[in-house]
């Protein structure tokens, strides 16, 4: 009787203990034997994977059991356009997205012939924000300007970090100069996690959920600078630079809500329909 105590007790509020209880009363008497027991396991476990799926339809992902990354940026599915579904400045504190390089992007978007030079000062550009640049150069309003310059310049930071050596994040990342320290720390802090395998220690894991989540987080950047919508030859660009199959690419446009997703075409629409819980957690093992 003392374990299942322990065990209802674990939820913590009381109000989680009174729903616990009275789902096992009206299944069982819990003066009754081993089977009690099991049963009440089952409805813990039951319990505990109905309040994850609620937490992760909220975009609540925190866990004291076991390191738990983010899918999806912070959303909001009521929202009637989509460019107010996600709220990419939110993803890391507002000193860190102003240190964003804005003004390299637009630099770069008038004047294509400096790319060379900026990457001999240590630079990389994938071929997806350089085939943006057009479209940058073309915004007339200096505020959309700058903030969707923010976003080519998040994107290539994401993409940098996600093409480095898989088994030295830290280190690698640590001699990179072209990303601002802040976003450093965010880019590991938000996409490695603390694993023990084989008795080592690893604090900058890039495990497969991290991998999944920092390519959600790219297609909805990729999506904000490029108006919502990806045309063929986009797409084709994303995949080779991120080195993947276009195939492969598009089920992480369809993880982010694109109902409209081929190889010829990917476009985010209001309101967010996100996949089911369980088709996220199967791409999450691969």
Not at 73 to 93: E, G, N, R
Not at 134 to 148: E, F, H, I, Q, W
Request: overall charge positive; hydrophobic content about 35%.
């Amino acid at each position: 009787m003392t374990k299942r105590k322990m065990l209802a007790d674990q939820f913590g509020s009381r109000k989680r203990q009174r729903i616990i209880n009275s789902n096992i009363s009206n299944m069982v008497n819990l003066q009754g034997d081993d089977t009690s027991l099991s049963v009440l396991d089952h409805a813990i476990e039951g319990h505990q994977q109905e309040e994850a799926k609620v937490k992760e339809e909220q975009g609540d992902t925190s866990s004291a059991e076991a390191p738990v990354v983010a899918r999806l940026p912070p959303h909001d599915k009521t929202a009637t356009t989509p460019s107010t579904i996600y709220d990419l400045a939110k993803m890391v504190d507002k000193e860190t997205w102003a240190a964003l390089d804005a003004k390299l992007f637009i630099s770069l978007a008038k004047k294509p012939s400096e790319v060379d030079k900026h990457k001999e000062a240590g630079h990389r550009f994938s071929g997806v924000v350089l085939a943006g640049l057009p479209t940058l150069k073309s915004l007339k309003d200096k505020a959309d300007k700058k903030r969707v310059a923010r976003y080519w310049a998040c994107l290539q930071h994401m993409m940098n970090f996600h093409l480095m050596s898989r088994n030295k994040k830290a280190e690698t990342l640590a001699q990179n100069t072209s990303i601002p320290e802040g976003f450093k720390e965010w880019l590991l802090a938000a996409f490695t996690v603390r694993e023990v395998k084989k008795g080592a220690v690893k604090d900058d894991s890039y495990s497969t959920p991290c991998q999944a989540s920092l390519l959600c987080h790219m297609c909805v950047v990729l999506l904000a600078a490029s108006g919502y919508h990806l045309g063929k030859k986009q797409l084709d660009v994303f995949a080779r630079d991120l080195k993947m199959t276009t195939t492969n690419l598009l089920s992480y446009f369809r993880e982010v809500g694109c109902t409209k997703a081929s190889t010829e075409r990917v476009e985010l629409t209001a309101p967010l329909q996100l996949p089911s819980l369980e088709k996220r957690k199967a791409r999450g093992k691969r």
